[in-house]
């Protein structure tokens, strides 16, 4: 989750910044996820006043194991802050939370319906 994208970003900018968000994260060899598994989404702000200040970017159900360290989640975060710096140069400041879900404490389930031919 993205937030704070400048008000006056293109369509085709915010897919770029996607692909890129996704090219990085999997990137991360240490956390085994292909693009599939990675989906990337701009909520709408409501406060207009300020966007592209600050950019804020929540990485979140990043299932727990044992290889994906407190040093792999900096190094992803630290990933996602330059990637976006570069993308968003007149940001004042961008921030990357890296949030790690515990599928034995915490319930969830998903639904993937099969692809029709």
């Not at 404490?105 to 031919?117: D, I, K, V």
Request: proline share 6%; net charge negative; aromatic share 10%.
């Amino acid at each position: 989750m993205v937030y704070g994208v400048p008000e006056n970003t293109t369509q085709m900018e915010l897919e770029q910044f996607a692909t890129t968000l996704v090219t990085t994260i999997v990137g991360v060899e240490e956390l085994r996820l292909t693009p599939k598994l990675v989906s990337v989404f701009f909520p709408p702000d409501r406060l207009k006043a300020g966007l592209g200040g600050e950019i804020i970017v929540f990485v979140e159900g990043l299932f727990y194991a044992l290889d994906r360290t407190h040093s792999v989640k900096e190094q992803l975060a630290c990933l996602i802050v330059d990637k976006t710096c570069k993308l968003f140069p007149c940001a004042t400041m961008v921030e990357c939370f890296v949030r790690t879900f515990c599928q034995e404490e915490e319930g969830c389930w998903g639904h993937h319906p099969p692809r029709l031919a």
